[in-house]
């Protein structure tokens, strides 16, 4: 059988390809080499070192050197990853130039190694988010124009409330994208620094050239370098991965508004169809919603792994004892939750099927009644509130009583007939006439994404 070793059977479904590929083993350990490489060009640059040295490291620095099962076993000694990496590191040079082999990894600790690599993985796994967000706002975009005045009931504690328009719900959904993609360039500063501060912090062991060295090396890993190293100070991580948290969120929000939208007694939106999506076992029948299914388990399983990184934020001085080992598989797999969250979003989002005339039966199956606002708050301009009030309470009463459309209702009654003609009570009852500023919500929200994408 041709089997890759670990969980491959729900990877597809919950994560996308790109990020897994990023936070898989080949990913993060190129990431520290990458590192390493960088460290012996920054030192080099600075005198620190032999720049003959720099080839023979740099040559070396490639993942696929390496047995990441022999790694792994030597991780569970080692206590983290970088020590087995650097030590393997150096048999290799070692092996062809040993004056080389003496100059890899000066100055710097193992955290220093495995928090900038994962600052590079964290880079590349941002802008496939940021690349998905955009995309997804674009789509939204679109679909909430094009639906801009197709009217269905809106849902208040489930139940029907007053009209709204498809598309002002789908501005909603493009609202929440926009904000999230504010927040990750306000916090990109943040997170893209440089983590480089040696055994305790100090960088005490490059004695005067720690400063040069440092700059130089940020400069070479094209991060910027931040005011001191953050060993135990983990709020840039945890600042990232609260944003992720809120995306899951909203992209859950959307996933539960289309599966609401999806059940068979509304019928309203759909998720694109596809051969073979969204079946059963025994019902052939069936369609489920199978992509609002991913984003409501991300929104679902995000926030336990945040909690996690919250509680591993108060570390012990200068270095953590299992804190920082807890943020290790943590935070990689809130950035795969939430890249196969987005890929679903989008699927979801380009190929909505929309059905407006179940949603204009939909709006008509209270008779009417969801339009009651409508008629009170014009008649109340006429007779007052509190009498306008009682008498829309009183037909709609008696339109659920006698299972009469409430238009019929209202046209009986004289205190009502007395202030509205047949021509206004056919305007108030019709739910494309009572949509409000849902016009103005989506043109509003397009223009926010669409300032964000210029």
């Not at 070793?5 to 479904?13: E, H, K």
């Not at 008629?375 to 009183?394: F, K, M, N, P, Y």
């Not at 238009?407 to 007395?418: H, S």
Request: hydrophobic share 45%; aromatic share 4%; charged share 20%.
């Amino acid at each position: 059988m041709n089997q890759r070793p670990g969980n491959q059977l729900f990877d597809a479904y919950f994560t996308a390809r790109d990020m897994r590929d990023v936070f898989c083993d080949q990913g993060r350990v190129q990431a520290m080499l990458d590192f390493e490489a960088a460290l012996a060009r920054a030192e080099a640059r600075v005198g620190l070192i032999p720049q003959a040295a720099v080839a023979s490291i740099e040559a070396a620095c490639q993942a696929g050197h390496y047995d990441f099962v022999a790694l792994g076993e030597a991780i569970a000694t080692a206590g983290n990853s970088a020590i087995p990496l650097v030590k393997a590191l150096g048999q290799r040079i070692a092996a062809s130039d040993a004056e080389a082999e003496r100059h890899v990894h000066l100055g710097a600790t193992s955290q220093d190694v495995m928090d900038s690599g994962l600052v590079l993985q964290l880079r590349r796994a941002l802008q496939l988010i940021e690349d998905d967000l955009a995309q997804l706002g674009e789509t939204l975009a679109t679909q909430a124009e094009r639906f801009v005045a197709t009217p269905l009931a809106g849902r208040t504690w489930l139940q029907h409330a007053t009209p709204v328009t498809l598309g002002m719900k789908i501005a909603g959904w493009l609202g929440a994208v926009n904000r999230s993609r504010q927040r990750l360039r306000e916090l990109k500063p943040r997170l893209l620094v440089l983590q480089f501060g040696g055994a305790s912090g100090t960088l005490a062991a490059l004695g005067e050239q720690a400063m040069p060295v440092a700059q130089a090396l940020a400069d070479e890993l094209q991060l910027s370098l931040p005011e001191q190293p953050w060993h135990t100070q983990r709020d840039r991580l945890v600042e990232f991965a609260s944003v992720l948290g809120l995306i899951a969120g909203s992209l859950g929000k959307l996933g539960r508004d289309i599966s609401l939208l999806m059940q068979t007694e509304a019928g309203e939106v759909f998720e694109p169809s596809a051969p073979g999506k969204g079946g059963s076992s025994t019902m052939p029948h069936k369609r489920n919603p199978v992509g609002a299914a991913v984003l409501i388990g991300a929104a679902t399983r995000v926030p336990g792994l945040l909690s996690t990184l919250f509680s591993a934020m108060p570390q012990e001085h200068e270095r953590s004892l299992g804190l920082w080992h807890a943020e290790w598989e943590t935070l990689p797999e809130i950035c795969c939750l939430v890249s196969g969250s987005l890929k679903q979003a989008l699927l979801l989002a380009a190929g909505l099927e929309v059905d407006a005339e179940r949603m204009a039966r939909n709006l008509d199956l209270t008779r009417g009644l969801v339009l009651a606002e409508a008629v009170s708050i014009v008649l109340a301009q006429r007779v007052g509130r509190d009498t306008a009030h009682h008498l829309l309470e009183q037909c709609c009463k008696r339109a659920v009583a006698e299972q009469r459309h409430l238009r019929a209702v209202l046209g009986d009654e004289p205190q009502v007939t007395a202030e509205l003609s047949a021509a206004e009570l056919d305007d108030l009852l019709d739910p494309a006439h009572y949509l409000g500023q849902a016009q103005v919500w989506v043109e509003r929200a397009v223009a926010e994404h669409s300032a964000l994408t210029a």
